[in-house]
């Protein structure tokens, strides 16, 4: 059995042990970091996401080539061939390109295109890509902009 002196100590141990976890403060960062992180990758989609729309609006800004005909009249010569980007016959399409994003839940994505579905025949049927053509060259600035560090 303990002497009194002892149970006094062992009291007292207790007692500071006991009081030790409430003169501890306990600083949770782990929302702000993650809010910081979530709007950095935001800001990178959106970045992308006009880097790549503007891309693909100076591919297709090339105009078709128009000369003179014997009678006086416009002729359109030097249209784009298969493989080709789209050249322009007017600046419609180039004018309708649009870049969206969107954010959700965990993530961002961003949209490229145009509302045009000559755009779409171009793209798929006429094998005139000027969409997916330039995400493919544009893949490596896209991924260094949404991989790179986050500062």
């Known amino acids: 059995m303990p002497s009194r002196g002892a149970k006094a100590a062992i009291a007292a141990g207790r007692t500071r042990r006991g009081s030790a976890g409430k003169n501890v403060k306990i600083d949770w960062f ?3 970091v993650s809010g910081k992180v979530a709007m950095t ?5 959106k970045l992308a996401t006009d880097m ?11 105009a078709v080539t128009k000369t003179t005909g014997p009678r006086g009249g416009r002729v359109v010569t030097g249209r784009s061939k298969p493989g080709e980007f789209p050249k322009s016959d007017t600046v419609h399409l180039k004018k309708t390109i649009f870049g969206h994003m969107r954010t959700f839940r965990g993530g961002a994505e961003g949209f490229i295109g145009t509302p045009l579905d000559y755009g ?16 493919e060259e544009e ?10 560090p986050i500062r």
Do not use: W
């Open 52 to 62: 790549v729309r503007n891309k693909v609006v100076r591919n297709i800004g090339i």
């Open 30 to 32: 782990i929302n702000e």
């Open 139 to 148: 893949r490596p600035r896209v991924m260094k902009i949404l991989l790179g």
């Open 120 to 135: 779409l025949i171009l793209e798929t049927r006429m094998n005139r890509s000027f969409l997916k053509r330039t995400m």
């Open 41 to 45: 990758m935001q800001q990178r989609v």
